[in-house]
């Protein structure tokens, strides 16, 4: 969901910045924004009335999946729709005149990409809410009463906040920066100027991330003694453990923060709740793996690369997109605006084949770390808490494709443990790999550093 709400932000934010005057037949395009804006609730609402008449749990929890990852894209087909057929941006801009003002242009051309979203989660809380009180009522406890509100709010705050916000205050302080005349107007030297306030951003995300997610801390019990022990014997401090309340909705853990002193280990209510308290020193053990092998810069490193390569390129050859233009241009398509939108949806391509493959493989050296005891030993004891852990989580039925761009299926991750636990050379030969990527992910940017030099 949030790789298919950052292709969308993107892809808004790079039409906004394409340019182009004010646009003839507003009012019809305004009729096609408002049509497409409805298209996705509708088709949850339709999806969710056959749901309904489905008796089999599992064939239920499938058909949940196969809805929400087709309303997913309908939404997507319905962002294009406004993008490019209705010419929203140049609504905005041209016709209204909303350009002037930092980020206002903005909020308005992310408005109706955004509400239909909105409106499809409080569609479908009538099936969570069913999943919800059919397990509440398996283990004999009163289900809580139901809170449509209070649901959208927590899918606004974990699925849409932290992916939203990044780029609206980049975005902001772009526009401010130039407005003042603190930056230069050269789009390429302002990408360059504007590097050290976002990894200022970063360092001070994990402040965000506990604000705009509501958490509390753990309190002290003999859980919070384990978890502790975790962090001290795998060397990894943290600032606090926190509890992620997420009204028994989600099952996961994070970590957040490259500094002790700025970083949070976080559990969510219902992950506490379904895993005894071994299980959940593994799933900390994954988690501290992260940091412990570098996991998070370097799957970021991933991620910019064709960024910083695309810097690169331009600062050496300023006009390498200009026969990229006039290719379009000779298709009888606006060259400038294509390729300003072409970009991030390559971006996203790149995300879902090179990111996700990278990410999958360090899900797996997370997972082999959460195995070794604090002596960097193989312990079976570990990887039988870990795989339990694994399977109460999500069980051994299939997995959406959406959930397996990051992560592997648990099948492969658990036949993968039991088979290096079964031999110690297969994962010993498998950590190998990870210097090797590490290295070939620095030269990518030294390579790009000389071509920016000697260009």
């Not at 749990?57 to 993008?83: C, I, N």
């Not at 401010?176 to 970063?202: E, H, Q, T, Y």
């Not at 970009?343 to 084949?353: H, I, K």
Request: glycine share 6%; aromatic share 8%.
């Amino acid at each position: 969901m949030q790789l298919a709400i950052l292709t969308a932000v993107l892809a808004a934010i790079a039409a906004a910045e394409s340019g182009g005057g004010p646009v003839v037949g507003v009012a019809w395009r305004l009729f096609v924004v408002g049509s497409a804006t409805l298209i996705a609730p509708l088709a949850a609402l339709v999806g969710t009335q056959r749901l309904t008449r489905i008796g089999s749990a599992e064939d239920s929890d499938d058909a949940f999946w196969r809805l929400q990852t087709a309303v997913v894209g309908l939404w997507l087909g319905t962002v294009a729709l406004m993008l490019l057929v209705a010419q929203w941006p140049r609504i905005v801009r041209g016709n209204w005149q909303l350009a002037g003002w930092p980020l206002v242009d903005e909020l308005a051309i992310l408005a109706p990409v955004i509400a239909p979203l909105i409106l499809v989660w409080a569609v479908l809380y009538r099936v969570e809410r069913a999943a919800q009180v059919a397990s509440y009522r398996a283990r004999n406890i009163p289900p809580p009463p139901p809170r449509m509100a209070s649901y959208v709010w927590l899918q606004i705050r974990h699925q849409l906040a932290m992916v939203l916000l990044p780029p609206l205050v980049i975005v902001g302080l772009i526009e401010v920066l130039l407005s003042l005349r603190i930056m230069p107007a050269n789009v390429d030297a302002a990408w360059w100027f504007i590097l050290p306030l976002i990894g200022m951003m970063l360092v001070l995300m994990p402040f965000a991330v506990r604000r705009i997610w509501h958490t509390s801390s753990l309190t002290e019990n003999p859980l919070r003694e384990i978890l502790d022990g975790v962090c001290l014997g795998r060397k990894c401090r943290v600032r606090d453990i926190l509890i992620w309340h997420t009204d028994h909705t989600l099952a996961n853990a994070a970590v957040v923060g490259m500094s002790r002193h700025l970083r949070y280990l976080l559990l969510t209510d219902l992950l506490v709740n379904r895993l005894n308290d071994r299980e959940l020193a593994a799933v900390a053990r994954h988690e501290l793996a992260h940091l412990r092998r570098w996991h998070l810069p370097l799957r970021m490193a991933v991620l910019l690369v064709p960024v910083v390569w695309w810097l690169a390129v331009k600062h050496a050859w300023p006009m390498v997109d200009a026969p990229l233009e006039s290719l379009l241009a000779a298709a009888g398509v606006d060259g400038k605006r294509w390729l300003v939108l072409l970009l991030p949806l390559g971006m996203v391509a790149y995300a879902l084949v090179a990111v996700g493959r990278f990410s999958r493989f360090l899900e797996h050296d997370a997972d082999l770390d959460a195995c070794h005891d604090d002596q960097g030993r193989l312990d079976p004891t570990c990887a039988d808490d870990f795989c339990s852990a694994l399977t109460t989580l999500c069980g051994s039925g299939r997995e959406s494709r959406l959930s397996q761009w990051l992560h592997p299926a648990v099948v492969e991750r658990v036949k993968f443990l039991r088979m290096a636990t079964l031999d110690p050379d297969c994962a010993a030969a498998f950590r190998w790999r990870f210097p090797i990527a590490a290295t070939v992910i620095i030269a990518l940017y030294v390579a790009a550093a000389a071509v920016a030099l000697l260009g």
